[in-house]
């Protein structure tokens, strides 16, 4: 099983060459840490999702009535409860609605966030929010061993450089996550194990050669950005 730090890694490389703000690489670095949520040691983790979606819900229906994002935290503990390992989040088809389901609790939260705060005449920065958020997701997904590693790279970046409403790019954050999972299904296609990639379409196991087909498809998309979005080249 490759580490969560290679897997870190991995995601915040795949995801460096599509950004306009580094910022974006911290969705990268969840991105890559969502699929081994479905490891048996992550078992608490899910019951704390669960539990904590449960709250929240509740919260926010009696606060402003938009449960949709507990909601959907609920939705994703009870994915991964009946994920075994290497399963659901492993595949193409996973990873896709992982993180649609990621980036649509994280948009979800942060608009609730700042209608509650403007409900009660609160005024609270827009990074604040986003920092509330991204921790909350963090406590989730990132490794024990990291996590005030990750509170504190997510708080010194807020602190030094913010981030406005107005320059959230919300597909780039879903393009983050999806990154992130596909580097994440990359490292472990090289494992001996390999993974059924294509599940439920194909049940066969892939391994070496589909890890490296993929990295050629991301290599190509990469520089094929790079080259027409990217204004320094
Ligand atoms: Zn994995």
Redesign the pocket.
Same mark, same amino acid.
């Given at each position: 099983?490759?580490s969560f730090r290679s897997h870190a890694l991995a995601g915040l490389l795949f995801g460096l060459p599509f950004i306009s703000n580094v910022f974006y690489l911290f969705f990268a670095l969840l991105g890559a840490s969502v699929? &081994?949520l479905d490891h048996q040691n992550n078992k608490h983790k899910v019951y704390s999702m669960i539990g904590f979606g449960v709250v929240l819900s509740v919260l926010l229906f009696f606060l402003n009535g938009d449960v949709l994002s507990g909601l959907v935290l609920i939705l994703l503990g009870v994915i991964f409860y009946f994920s075994r390992h290497?399963g659901f989040s /492993?595949t193409l088809v996973g990873i896709v609605v992982l993180s649609c389901l990621f980036s649509f609790m994280f948009m979800g939260f942060v608009s609730v966030l700042m209608r509650l705060c403007i409900d009660f005449g609160v005024n609270v920065p827009f990074s604040s929010i986003v920092f509330i958020v991204m921790v909350l997701i963090g406590y989730f997904v990132i490794h024990r061993r990291y996590l005030m590693l990750y509170i504190l790279a997510l708080a010194v970046y807020l602190v030094l450089f913010g981030f406005d409403f107005g320059m959230f790019n919300w597909y780039v954050v879903f393009g983050m996550f999806l990154v992130g999972g596909l580097s /994440?299904l990359i490292l &472990?296609l090289r494992t001996p194990a390999g993974l059924s990639l294509f599940k439920p379409f194909i049940k066969r196991k892939f391994h070496q050669k589909m890890a490296l087909f993929l990295f050629i498809i991301w290599l190509v998309v990469a520089v094929g950005y790079l080259v027409y979005f990217n204004p320094l080249i």
């Open positions: 099983m490759s699929p &081994d290497r /492993h /994440h &472990d």
